[in-house]
């Protein structure tokens, strides 16, 4: 425990930085893992293609590949920026691909009469699926999309793993190899920061799944 007390700042500023990635790869893979749901189901067979190449790419693509082509494959392409952006991007494309096959087994949840009733008042295809069967799909499926998003923070110690600087997982890093510090009480700490993220995050989806259910 001398370690963790000892750079209990190093800690927090990794706990900071690790909240950061999660916070911002979380967001654009909710945007985009919905967007690409809306393709899925869309009467459109090219945005259908779209949403289906979109997950079948990155759901069976390694994060670490996906790392690696955002890292050194973009540059290539002359699109330049630091790891922490190349990382939170990966992170976020990574986990759209399972936000939106999630998002979409809500959607296939809602009973069809639903989209049907919305097209007999005369609304569109995009203002039935927003106004009406989105809102109840997304209030149904928030345990599998509160899976997702964890899963999403732990493998935020991949993107950490790779080059980005100061979150949870390079803190043990620097501290085990450059720092010799004893490896256990160092992956301690980074554990305890882990849990300090997943365990309220876990609680909060619990209390939001209790306030929003859709009763059936």
């Known amino acids: 425990m001398r370690v963790i007390t000892d750079n209990l700042p190093l800690y927090l500023n990794g706990l900071a930085t690790t909240l950061r990635i999660c916070l911002y790869s979380g967001l654009l893979a909710l945007v985009l893992g919905t967007i690409m749901a809306a393709f899925r189901v869309s009467p459109l067979a090219p945005l259908r293609a779209v ?79 927003s106004l009406i069967v989105l809102p109840q799909a997304v209030r149904s499926v928030i345990p599998p999309l509160g899976s997702v998003l964890i899963a999403m923070i732990k493998n935020s110690a991949i993107a950490g793993a790779f080059g980005i600087g100061g979150d949870l997982f390079s803190v043990g890093e620097n501290l085990t190899s450059a720092q010799g510090e004893a490896a256990l009480p160092v992956l301690t700490g980074v554990v305890l920061g882990y849990l300090i993220i997943t365990i309220p995050a876990g609680l909060l989806l619990g209390i939001l799944e209790r306030k929003v259910a859709v009763a059936r």
Do not use: D, K
């Open 51 to 129: 949403g289906t190449s979109w997950v079948n790419v990155f759901r069976n693509c390694p994060l670490l590949v996906v790392l690696f082509f955002m890292a050194f494959g973009l540059p290539e392409l002359g699109i330049n920026g630091s790891y922490f952006v190349f990382g939170t991007l990966g992170l976020a494309l990574y986990t759209s691909a399972f936000v939106c096959e999630a998002i979409r087994s809500g959607i296939n949840a809602v009973p069809p009469g639903q989209a049907e009733a919305a097209r007999a008042i005369g609304l569109g295809f995009g203002q039935s699926l």
